[in-house]
């Protein structure tokens, strides 16, 4: 027979679900911040900033993939397009197989000011790999990484 109170599992669960929303909304907060001050020394809004990010690992996207991956209607990913566009960052052109749709892709420009903004952000982690004992470096890894996958699959069975 389990001696275990169910009073006090509940309470912990309880404190234990609050102390997580509060951490994750913390930290949440704190990488939001640092996108702001990010794009503010780049001299981009952070809008334009993420479109940029949006680009690794992909020669080409759509303004309608644009929007959908920043969540924004299609008109204000225009927008932010036409903007990096102007600033020499993105080009757009003729998508081969539909007149209808422009591919968006980043300029020789664009591509070197996403590679210095991924190097400052791999700075910014590697400073704050700094600041944790190199003995706690591996279990928090493993823990993000357990928490990513517990976060993932309730975002799965939202989505059903």
């Known amino acids: 027979m389990n001696n275990v109170n169910p009073q006090i599992d509940v309470r912990l669960v309880e404190y234990q679900a609050n102390k ?7 930290m949440n907060n704190c990488c939001q911040e640092r ?6 020394m780049f001299g981009l809004p952070p809008s334009e900033l993420k479109c940029l990010a949006l680009f690794d690992g992909h020669r080409y996207l759509t303004a309608m993939t644009v929007a959908g991956k920043l969540e924004v209607a299609k008109s204000r990913a225009t927008v932010i397009i036409d903007n990096l566009v102007r600033k020499g960052l993105l080009q757009r052109a003729p998508d081969p197989n539909d007149a209808r749709v422009k591919l968006v892709s980043l300029t020789p420009k664009g591509q070197r000011k996403v590679r210095e903004i991924e190097e400052f952000v791999f700075h910014l982690h590697s400073q704050l790999l700094g600041q944790i004992e190199a003995s706690q470096r591996p279990n ?3 823990a993000l990484e357990v928490l990513r996958s517990a976060m993932e699959s ?4 939202l989505q059903v």
């Open 20 to 26: 997580l929303q509060e951490l994750i909304n913390e």
């Open 35 to 40: 996108i702001y001050l990010e794009a503010k």
């Open 140 to 142: 928090i890894i493993s």
């Open 154 to 157: 309730i975002k799965a069975q």
